[in-house]
């Protein structure tokens, strides 16, 4: 029931990063498709917190979280493995499309020589 306060908290990390990095100027490919994380990020944390309160494990009233008890150990597994999955995807992504991009450049030197 906690386990979408573990993206959470990564959106709000990257935005920052995002908003700081946004006012130089960087060739780093990843900080460049940051957004595309921070956008999976709040998205998935969205629906999550949105499908806990549908089922009633988010109530507005304290303590909050229906299931307090296990909460921090919820966060421990399956918020960090959600976190770094969604991650990951998007590195492969970002990785893919950034290898994609150069191959046309690469074709072109080639059949010059």
Do not use: Y
């Amino acid at each position: 029931m906690a386990c979408f306060l573990v993206p959470t908290t990564e959106a709000i990390v990257t935005t920052i990063v995002k908003k700081t990095t946004d006012k130089k100027e960087t060739h780093n490919p990843f900080i460049k498709r940051l957004n595309w994380l921070n956008n999976m990020l709040w998205g998935g944390s969205a629906l999550l917190a949105f499908e806990h309160v549908w089922h009633g494990e988010i109530v507005p009233w304290a303590p909050f979280l229906t299931n307090g008890v296990s909460a921090v150990q919820e966060m421990a597994t399956a918020g960090v493995a959600m976190a770094a999955a969604v991650t990951a995807v998007w590195a492969g992504v970002v990785a893919i499309t950034n290898s994609m991009a150069k191959r046309p450049t690469e074709l072109i030197k080639s059949n010059s020589q």
